[in-house]
T-cell receptor, first 110, second 114 residues
Framework: QQKVQQSPESLSVPEGGMASLNCTSS?????YFWWYRQHSGEGPKALM?????GDKKEGRFTAHLNKASLHVSLHIRDSQPSDSALYFC??????????FGTGTSLLVDP | DPKIIQKPKYLVAVTGSEKILICEQY?????MYWYRQSAKKPLEFMFS???????DNQTASSRFQPQSSKKNHLDLQITALKPDDSATYFC?????????????FGPGTRLTVL
């Protein structure tokens, strides 16, 4: 079983809409969480990190972490067609080794 | 300018052969990594190096050997190639390998083994 599970597997939202992505870990040793985005044909690029319980906002992106339930979410408001990509949740317990989730494919319809 | 260079971008090999995937980073980072992305699977951690020393090896096979000739280089040698080795291999780097600094990924080398 994957240690980091993501849902939904795919998501379609209209341009300007809100996209909500979820991630759940099964390993309580994970202390650090990241959201990465990967456009087709490119390597993943970090969107944001979240290490403490609560919300963290960066522009149109808001991440939420609940360590008790090992749940991380990413909300993208005012979604743009350029946001269409694969989104990965990644977790680590020692900093250097990232365990990636299964990914969510986001499509923003113009 | 690209900060992490991976060569080649595409690679086709025959079963049983040996290939070397090249990675160079120009971010001044001290830690480098290799990950693998196979079809229908999440990105999978393979190796981590910090200050040119191997920190972690999560590959089950000795056919995968990282090679660090310079601080900003971490190549990946794969011997006795198998069709199951077909995947995109990503090199990444971070400022330090001991803390949770952001990891920057290269564009990847897509390997196909026939």
């Amino acid at each position: 079983q994957q240690k980091v599970q993501q849902s939904p597997e795919s998501l379609s939202v209209p341009e300007g809409g809100m996209a909500s992505l979820n991630c759940t870990s099964s390993d309580r040793n994970f202390q650090y969480f990241w959201w990465y985005r990967q456009h087709s044909g490119e390597g993943p690029k970090a969107l944001m990190s979240i290490f403490s319980d609560g919300d963290k906002k960066e522009g149109r992106f808001t991440a939420h972490l609940n360590k008790a339930s090992l749940h991380v979410s990413l909300h993208i408001r005012d979604s743009q067609p350029s946001d269409s990509a694969l989104y990965f949740c990644a977790a680590s317990n020692m900093g250097y080794k990232l365990t990636f989730g299964t990914g969510t494919s986001l499509l923003v319809d113009p | 300018d690209p900060k992490i260079i991976q060569k080649p971008k595409y690679l086709v090999a025959v079963t049983g052969s040996e290939k070397i995937l090249i990675c160079e980073q120009y971010l001044g980072h001290n830690a480098m990594y290799w990950y693998r992305q196979s079809a229908k699977k999440p990105l999978e951690f393979m190796f981590s190096y910090s200050y040119q020393k191997l920190m972690d090896n999560q590959t089950a096979s000795s056919r995968f050997q990282p090679q660090s000739s310079k601080k900003n280089h971490l190549d990946l040698q794969i011997t006795a190639l198998k069709p199951d080795d077909s995947a995109t291999y990503f090199c990444a780097s971070s400022q330090d390998g001991t803390k949770s600094y952001e990891q920057y990924f290269g564009p990847g080398t897509r390997l196909t083994v026939l």
